[in-house]
């Protein structure tokens, strides 16, 4: 079966892969065009690690058709930090030992990020909901939740 | 190998599905399904224009098929179905998977559905046929044709409760959904994951067909495992199930499922 041409923005950039027909989103990111921050976990839905943002809404790349990207946008976590910079979610993770194994950081990252870009000054509540289709096995989940919690203030420019 | 076929409307995809092919819409069942390798399907079948609209219409209220959780949970329209869509995987699958895909999910999954059949939905095809949501799962694995949305009856206010039954907080997968419509003469109490499909529990809705005061909340309880078949898995164990039941529909008769 032929290949389909697919084309969308991946991180601000345009990318432009042929993808082999049903292959999932998490392949063409990894395998064609080398992102390799959205994780393979189970693969049915269940983990999280694979989350990236479709259009601005976070998405589990292991359950995306790849071919129903074509001409949107995806975020993952490659696309985060600003040249030197990292993003104040990134910056927060590694200040409050959010990541141990790092497994599930990438896709903990993209589900905050979809969380802080449609609710600044979200609640522990609100945390803890946006982060609840993504599993980890290592940090008891507080880490992240306070991590979550202190990138929010930072980009609010106030103290958590 | 797999193909893929992409139509305008579901009107095409669905005269575009035959054996051997899968209508997808939000991916969470079919590219699971590509992904552990299922050999029953080699085409994959989708539309471009899908029906995500929600709103008053002459039955009650209409939901798109293609409908995500997050459109629910973003219409004021349904809002009594915010508490359901809500206990639907996180928030990335609630971005996906559809009202649509919902009918057709199998246990652990679909409580989504669950509700439905409680509110007495009925499923409208894309070739404008409809039918009864409780006729259609009967038959959902030979359905030929797509589903471009599901109805409901309006409802009374305060009438419909949901509790859904899992072991991991906040989000788990259902040992059990339990969907209760009060509607006066015809109450209906459905279970998800105590049988193959979602299943009313017809002795209960008797028990319940005056009111729901305590003696009548007593009697369903009793009775409300009749005609269920739930299975052993690795949530739980038939007997399990069977014995916590009556629990978790007392209390969600008696004060809305809190424990």
Known sequence: MAKTALTFTLNDAEAAVFVDPGAPLIDVLRRGVGDLTPKHGCGQGACGACTVLINGQAHLSCLTLAESVEGKTVETTAGLAGGPNLHALQDAFIEGFAAQCGFCTTGMLMAAKALLDANPNPSRTDVIEAISGNLCRCTGYEPIVDAVLSAAARLQGRTA | ?259
């Open chain 2, 1 to 259: 190998m797999l193909s893929v076929e992409t139509y305008q409307t579901i009107t095409e995809a669905a005269g575009a599905l035959g054996d051997r092919s899968r209508y997808i819409a939000g991916g969470t069942l079919v590219m699971r399904a590509v992904t552990y390798g299922d050999q029953r399907f080699d085409r994959i079948v989708r539309a471009r224009q899908v029906d995500r609209t929600i709103g008053p219409d002459a039955a009650g209220l209409r939901i798109g098929a293609g409908s995500t959780m997050s459109d629910i949970l973003a219409s004021r329209d349904v809002e009594f179905l915010h508490t359901v869509a809500k206990l639907v995987g996180g928030p990335a699958i609630r971005n996906m998977a559809t009202v649509g895909g919902n009918l057709f999910a199998p246990n652990p999954y679909g409580d989504f559905t669950v509700a439905l059949l409680a509110l007495d939905a009925q499923v409208v095809m894309a070739n404008g046929q409809s039918e009864s949501l409780e006729s259609f799962l009967l038959g959902r694995d030979q359905v030929r044709g797509l589903v471009a949305a599901v109805t409901v009856p309006r409802i009374e206010p305060g009438s419909f409760r949901f509790k859904k039954v899992s072991r991991v907080k906040p989000k788990g997968i259902s040992l059990m959904s339990i969907a209760v419509s009060l509607k006066r003469g015809d109450p209906r109490v459905v279970f998800g994951n105590m049988g193959p499909l979602p299943m009313r529990a017809k002795a209960a809705e008797r028990a319940l067909a005056n009111g729901a005061d305590e003696t009548a909340i007593a009697s369903a309880c009793a009775v409300c495992t009749e005609g269920l078949q739930p299975a052993d898995d690795s949530l739980a164990t038939a007997w399990y199930r069977n014995e916590v039941a009556p629990v978790h529909l007392k209390r969600l008769l008696q004060n809305g499922g809190r424990s």
